[in-house]
């Protein structure tokens, strides 16, 4: 974790924000696997690691905004848990650490929780665990736990969060140097003949060595038409494209989210790179044209354009490319939002509600097929990190549909599309820091991404 | 998953043991880390794979018992999720696979289920998210779910699953193929100088490449002394004991339980050889004591005495073996039970309560420390699977508080024991299976345990 004077002066900020009240920021606890002892990893909530970085399951923060005063609230260890657990630092220690003012047991806590009526504020839970716990300790039902949540805290944590500080930028970059060995473990590989899940457990392997956990689960796949891909046991052949999505997590919790796609064998096929280089232009343009203002809706309806104009002069659609794309006829080859907001969450702040962190007043979700997938649409700010990832899927049940309902006939060449029915799919994508004027793509470790340079990583490998 | 006849006979065994209304077993959903999306890996709920073998969240079973029918219930994969997730079998297709008759929407199901009043079966829920959904489709408040679940169904499924068919202990014994790889890769390596989770986590990676995960965290440590240690960091140091509680689990869910300990030298100390051959001779004593009609509650306490002889033997206990026993003294080095049922879950059924698994009429828990961590304690049959892991340990707080309080001083030699203050702890575990008269330990590959034969493994070991 930071320093303590960095979460003190987080909360500071969130009170400030907030202005009056109570504010219960609750943790995570534990989540069986197929019984109460037998637990999955712990991972902490990310709002509570952002204002205190405290990792023991069963914590909760409460910020008495009127009186400035900051608790610490938990269960003390017994004797019984040290027997079974090992020694535990006590809640004046945890405190410590996290420039906490003082400690409340749990029941103190919710002796106060009862006391604050409407001046409590308190996160919508999206966890089931959450649910019961807020319920009992609230007395509210859990289906009107969502309803009393509070939007100004919402608000507030999304605005502090969203801008990332130096030494928030710092964690991601440490995400990405070790996202970038296991990308260039796997494109260095002899990878025909593979299966899947191989490569998967061994950037595992190498990202826990190095005190990472993944930040999502990968999608590794030559099958890049299923966007989230994560049925394991495929066999890798040559003469397909690989996509690889996966990211790691620092102890911190900062996430990366990284993904290249490549040859199987050494080299593109003429039509693998005659598409890359759609995709990989619209990338470049994305990302050129992202800095402080510029609403992301627009980058991505940049992005959208650029992969139409490609498909054109492939052939594969027709017609006027702003309007092809204003109807949204680019969603059969490009269904999905080209990014989102990266942080202590691969997708930051989504537990918040996606529309809170990507929308707002200006920027209302689209419901056009494609579109109504964005994360985010409103203005970068300095401070943002997100991700850029346009691609291109040939996905066959999509294809299917559209084609018998002739669907943007005007824009699409159904014919032309046929031809690539088995191609799968493609995706690449960056992790970018908004800057002053612009903005500066992230991680000091080149991972190939020109036709040139995956060639000549492919070509050079020595399997 | 097993043939389809394989499930279609559990049930009907099910069913006739229930004798008569309607069956609910529910499977698992998914649970998020930070956000909806971000989900763990699923893991089935293990009557369901028992009775079903499938593994698609969102699952359930409704066995109708007066009409003779079965039906599979869930919900259908849209367009959306296929793009997505990639094509689903639906759900006509997965009950073929495990023969059930029919299939039900979630409403349909839901409807049947509030015709059926208290002519309806279920079993407590352990997951909030289970808690979430029961209570959402029986109308029935979640407070007050357990008291709800059926007591005769949860005795019906205990009975049924508690004895192990040869397709099922071939199973386990798959399982435990894989367990000795990963205990014997790591008893071949130079140990001094490494950390605690780069041999965890190179186990997991070995058991992945086998298709296997870990059925529960293992505990690997040189304070064994801490019984639940699952913090990591440690470095490995010359002259301390390793244990190393970690087993394997399958494809199919069905999982492995061993412990080893061993010098992270190449030899024992003298001191350490010693209480080693104590503990090594309790286990055996009591693995030789198994076999049907026998209470293992008795083989618990016979392991006690083993232990008890031996400390006194050593100058570290004193007076009455069998008083010392019976009044608890020797939970201060051995304070764990002996063992426990295994299968689809490490602790098998947990989630049903132990006492449901390991107790019954004849056999009630007790409150003795010590002895109150039995989960298993009720006569043996044939078919059983078993843990059989005697302990010794030295937990300094627990040391402190008994010795403060003169705690069974008749029988502790305080003084003596206090020379053991930084000896950590020693933990023997074999899984074993009682047959007709007897019982066998279960494992094709010997994972060396006494002390010639880890001193002669530790000893080739090229490192």
Known sequence: MFEPAVYQKR??????????GLILLYGNGELPINFKANTYPFRQ????????????????????????KTYL???????????????????????????????????AMANRLAKAGNRLHFLPPYRCEQEARLSDWLGIPVENLK???????????????????AREVAEIEKALKVTASLHLSIMTQQLAGRKDYELVEEARFRA?????SFAYAPILTAEGQILHKHRRGELLREGRLLLNDMGAETETGYAADITRTFPVSKTFTTQQRELYEIVLQAQEKAIAACKPGRPFRDVHLLAATALTE??????????????????????????????????????????????????????????????????????????????????????????????????????????????????????????????????????????????????????????
Chains 1, 2 share one sequence.
């Not at 826990?208 to 990472?212: E, I, M, S, V, Y």
């Not at 702040?349 to 209302?364: A, P, Q, S, T």
């Open 45 to 68: 909530d990310s709002t509570l690691l952002y204002y205190a970085g405290l990792k023991r399951p069963n914590l909760a923060l409460l910020l008495d905004v009127d009186a400035g």
């Open 208 to 212: 826990a060595l190095k005190g990472c």
């Open 147 to 165: 309803a009393n949540s509070s939007q100004s805290l919402i608000l507030a944590v999304v605005a502090q969060r969203s801008r990332k500080d």
């Open 73 to 107: 609230c938990g269960q003390e260890h017994s004797l019984e848990d040290v027997i079974w657990m090992g020694p535990q630092a006590g809640l004046e220690e945890l405190a410590r650490c996290s420039a906490i003012d003082g400690v409340l047991s749990l029941s």
């Open 310 to 463: 490609g498909l054109k002069a492939l052939g594969l659609m027709k017609g006027d490319v702003e309007e092809a794309v204003s109807v949204g006829a680019h969603a059969l080859f490009f269904p999905h939002g080209l990014g989102h907001m990266m942080g202590l969450d691969v997708h930051d702040m989504e537990n918040l509600g996606e529309d809170k962190v990507g929308y707002d007043e200006n920027f209302r979700r689209s419901e056009q097929f494609g579109l109504a997938y964005l994360r985010l649409a409103r203005p970068l700010q300095k401070g943002f990190v997100v991700t850029v990832e346009p691609g291109l899927y040939f996905i066959p049940s999509l294809m299917e549909k559209w084609a018998a309902e002739k669907k943007h006939e005007n824009f699409i060449c159904y014919e032309a599309v046929n031809q690539y029915l088995d191609f799968g799919g493609i995706r690449i994508e960056d992790n970018i820091l908004i800057t002053d004027s612009g903005c500066k793509v992230l991680g000091d470790v080149h991972i190939p991404k020109s036709v040139a340079d995956i060639e000549a990583l492919r070509g050079e490998s020595l399997f």
């Open 11 to 20: 909360r500071a900020e969130l009170m400030e924000r907030v202005g009056s």
